[in-house]
């Protein structure tokens, strides 16, 4: 049974930086994209970031890019999102997801993390 633990959440000030980390365990994730996903209130769910387990892909939605990066850790099946220069409207919860490759369908979720940034 696939399980993802989402952690390092919080409340940042404008301009500071986060890094959200998510615990993979119940199977072998070679071949998953891992992605993070946000909702903001109010707001439908949106992807942030996606990375292939090997970490030879990623992807970034625009509104992040420069600014958020996403990384794997094999050893310790853990997927990171460094989050730098926040901003208010990344204010959200963030959630961990895995999709099969082949399928690209996100079937996994974590539990969510939120994440505030103050002005």
């Known amino acids: 049974q696939v399980q993802l633990v989402e952690s390092g959440g919080g409340l940042v000030q404008a301009g500071g930086s986060l890094r959200l980390s998510c615990a993979a365990s119940?199977?072998?994730?070679?071949?998953?994209?891992m992605g993070w996903f946000r909702q903001a209130p109010g707001a439908e769910r949106e992807i942030v970031a996606a990375?292939?387990?090997?970490?030879?892909?990623?992807y970034y939605t625009d509104s992040v890019k420069g600014r958020f990066t996403i990384s794997t850790d094999k050893a310790e099946n853990t997927v990171h999102l460094q989050m730098n220069s926040l901003k208010p409207e990344d204010t959200a919860v963030y959630y961990c997801?895995?999709?099969?490759?082949?399928?690209?369908?996100?079937?996994?979720w974590g539990q969510g993390t939120q994440v505030t940034v103050s002005s």
């Open positions: 997801a895995a999709a099969l490759i082949e399928t690209g369908r996100f079937d996994y």
């Open positions: 990375i292939t387990w090997s970490g030879g892909s990623t």
């Open positions: 119940g199977r072998t994730f070679s071949k998953y994209s």
